[in-house]
């Protein structure tokens, strides 16, 4: 009977730096020590919650991908609870060997011991592997999350509404001149 190379366990804090490595994508833009005191914090965090577990896969004895697992509702409408994967990554030299599927067992397995029916995940959208690999263990869309900057949003809003709307409440330099003339107009004219 073989061993299997593949190992899981829970993050400890020297896992940062590895770990902001593998969630480049979904990390704040930073300086990279800030990003690793983030990460410090995201472990921490999940060493004393009971809601979250933060999940470190090694390959032989090498790291090579992590989950981070939540517990929360369907939705902010929908209160069922859900086991949240968040961001299931393997790193590029350790795919296909089981690494991703034993994180999605940790997932599954966690969802169990809490009796919660559902488990939810969410991937880069332009991950083509990641979405396969998912849609591969039955993960179908439920909804897409979309994000921008709250300038460009307030923009593009901006542009979007009827020059009317725009103006409303506020006038040109050149409409206040011309009301100012026609009223010394009618001021000056007997009535």
């Known amino acids: 009977m073989s061993r299997s190379p593949v190992t899981l366990r829970d993050a400890v804090v020297a896992d940062a730096p590895f770990l902001v490595t593998l969630w480049t994508e979904h990390l704040r833009r ?10 410090e914090l995201v472990i921490k965090t999940a060493e004393r919650s009971a809601e979250q577990r933060l999940v470190v896969a090694e390959y032989d004895g090498v790291q090579a991908g992590a989950v981070l697992l939540q517990v929360v509702t369907m939705s902010p409408l929908n209160l069922e609870a859900a086991v949240m994967t968040m961001a299931p990554h393997v ?16 997932a599954v397995t966690y969802a169990e011991e809490r009796g919660i029916g559902h488990v939810s995940t969410a991937a880069i959208s332009h991950s083509r592997d990641a979405n396969r690999f998912l849609a591969r263990l039955g993960f179908g869309p439920q909804a897409t999350l979309r994000a921008a900057t709250t300038p460009a949003v307030r923009g593009k809003l901006n542009a979007q509404r009827p020059r009317a709307g725009r103006d409303a409440g506020r006038h040109s330099i050149g409409q206040v001149l011309a ?3 026609s009223q010394r ?4 004219r007997p009535s």
């Not at 790193?91 to 940790?106: K, Y």
């Not at 107009?185 to 000056?188: K, L, Q």
Request: glycine share 16%.
């Open 91 to 106: 790193e590029a030299g350790f795919r296909r060997r089981g690494i991703g599927g034993a994180l999605m067992d940790a």
């Open 179 to 181: 009301a100012r003339r």
């Open 30 to 39: 930073a300086e990279p020590q800030e990003q690793v005191a983030d990460m």
């Open 185 to 188: 107009r009618s001021a000056g």
